[in-house]
């Protein structure tokens, strides 16, 4: 897809940070958006700034993200881009997880997606001139880190989706393409995620602010609109990486050599 001129797409958790911010330059390069979100009331807001449809939505519902899929279709005639960026980010040590926590995160950081692509993909594969998927995962995935395995395991449930189902679509020979995103630090509203958690929830999470914790002061902080342009950047050039952050190839390249040195361990 070289030109976003004139496509719908489909932001989740499109009414703040980065969904927000790649709501906004699809639609300065010319797309048609449909923002979805959780909170209604900011979904509406935000899409009457931005000029976008706003629809209140809950990923964790299947049901309702395949309506959202046909809506779409009926109200535009076609989609051509689903961004399932929806996500929860907060922390707490494995051993202190409780299986409410687990099923929470899973359901919208992993599950989220899969409903978008379950619902999204067959109207895509049927649009003459193809398609994208976006999926927004996490840095954790080349890295993951202490307090966010719940979260780290979310995203790299996303990744692995996304790469077989790349894979997939290409052997297929189809014009339907996929796109990750491992977001590094991005100005967002993932501090406030236990705000969204179904009420009768029990578990240790806790919203963290990375922006507040120590050493944050040297990490290089983008805002949303930027992650979005990188993300029209990939979804143009058919990407399958979309990074936000690429000065952090060392640290990858670390976990890579420790990989490496593991398979050379047991072939010896």
Do not use: C
Not at 84 to 97: D, E
Not at 171 to 178: M, P, T, Y
Not at 219 to 237: D, F, K, M, S
């Amino acid at each position: 897809m070289t030109d976003i001129t004139g496509k719908v797409a489909v932001v989740t958790g499109g009414a703040s940070g980065i969904g927000r911010g790649i709501a906004e330059q699809l639609i300065e390069e010319g797309a048609q958006v449909v923002i979805a979100d959780i909170n209604k009331d900011t979904v509406e807001t935000v899409a009457a700034e931005i000029g976008a449809w706003g629809v209140s939505l809950d990923v964790t519902d299947a049901a309702a993200v395949s309506a959202l899929a046909d809506a779409t279709v009926e109200k535009y005639g076609k989609v051509d881009i689903i961004v399932n960026n929806a996500g929860v980010g907060p922390s707490a040590p494995i051993s202190a997880l409780t299986l409410d926590d687990w099923h929470w995160i899973i359901d919208v950081n992993l599950f989220g997606v899969i409903n978008g692509v379950h619902a999204f993909l067959p109207h895509l594969l049927g649009n003459p001139n193809g398609g994208h998927i976006v999926n927004t995962a996490s840095m954790a995935i080349f890295s993951p880190l202490s307090g966010l395995g719940a979260y780290g395991a979310s995203k790299a449930g996303v990744a692995a989706l996304s790469e077989v189902l790349s894979k997939e679509l290409e052997e297929q020979g189809s014009a339907v393409k996929v796109t990750v995103l491992p977001p590094g630090p991005v100005r967002s509203n993932i501090k406030n995620s236990l705000s969204h958690r179904p009420e009768g929830q029990t578990g240790a999470l806790v919203d963290v602010d990375l922006t507040a914790e120590e050493g944050a002061d040297s990490l290089r902080w983008i805002n949303p609109r930027e992650a979005g342009r990188i993300v029209t950047r990939a979804i143009r050039n058919n990407d399958f990486l979309a990074l936000t952050h690429p000065e952090w190839w060392p640290m990858v390249a670390e976990r890579n050599a420790v990989t490496k040195a593991s398979f050379e361990k047991y072939s010896a």
